[in-house]
């Protein structure tokens, strides 16, 4: 009998599974390392910090404005291209400390032209802000400040709720300094990304069947995370903590002083 072309093109190939998983650690080392720059730059440069905060001030607010799809394309570019420039100048200034440890003119026109790449940047987002949020403004200056209630689609609130999450997850990780962006330490990510899920179960639906299968999902996502030894039952819990409390709080408030809306 004979095999099919695709066994027979596959069947002398020396899969090792080591070498799999070798492969697979090298790649997320990779994304670590680039996760421990982020907070390494965000920990030491002031202006990071600045950066990052007005970003998610900027998003949270473009996204529960309603903007369109197009212009939230536009504001994510724009504060990427802010956020990239400030750390290609973060790692500029550590090269050129590093190779002219004393004061040189060379020295200095590189520290001067990587800040002017921030400066354009920072400029064009001031631009793009005033384009996108200028009507918007008027607007509410033409209705005497009155408040609007707060309206959100339900895609972009989820995006914006497990972004957070992972923002918080890091951040604590970085705090207490054990394991790595993406795996092991406290808190556990794995755990507080499925309760936030099982938490916004809970608004999105009154269906008991689903209730139990999204919590019995984060209970299976916590035990996996505590038998395989990566993480201690106290940082699954933790972790499970912050990822339902922090989803509770947001669609708590939204439903409080608006609605979601598909």
């Known amino acids: 009998m004979k095999k099919f072309r ?6 002398d190939l020396d899969w090792d599974i080591k070498k799999e998983r070798e492969r697979d650690r090298k790649i997320i080392d990779s994304f670590n390392f680039a996760i421990e720059g982020t907070i390494e730059t965000i920990r030491h440069e002031k202006h990071m910090k600045v950066h990052v905060f007005v970003s998610i001030v900027i998003i949270t607010i473009a996204i529960l404005t309603n903007i369109s799809k197009l212009e939230l394309m536009v504001l994510a570019l724009t504060i990427s291209l802010v956020l990239i420039t400030e750390l290609i100048n973060t790692s500029v200034e550590a090269i050129v400390d590093l ?10 026109l590189a520290k001067d032209v990587a800040a002017a790449g921030v400066l354009i940047s920072a400029i064009n987002a001031i631009i793009v802000g005033y384009l996108i949020f200028y009507d918007r403004i008027l607007n509410i200056f033409n209705t005497n400040l009155q408040m609007t209630r707060i309206a959100a689609r339900t895609g972009n609130i989820v995006a914006i709720t497990l972004g957070l999450i992972c923002l918080i997850v890091v951040t604590l990780k970085a705090f207490w300094g054990k394991g790595t962006p993406l795996e092991g330490g406290m808190p556990s990510g794995h755990s507080a990304i499925a309760f936030s899920i099982f938490a916004m179960i809970l608004f999105l639906t009154s ?10 999902m984060a209970l299976l996502v916590a035990q996996s995370r505590v038998k395989s030894k990566i993480h201690s039952f106290k940082e699954v819990f933790v972790g499970g903590a912050i ?3 922090t989803t509770f709080l947001i669609f708590s408030i939204i439903s409080a002083f ?3 809306y598909n």
């Open 243 to 245: 990822g339902f409390l």
């Open 6 to 11: 695709f066994f027979k093109k596959y069947q």
């Open 99 to 108: 190779i002219s440890p004393e004061r040189h003119v060379l020295a200095k």
């Open 258 to 260: 608006g609605g979601l």
């Open 207 to 216: 269906d008991i069947r689903i209730l139990l299968l999204g919590l019995l």
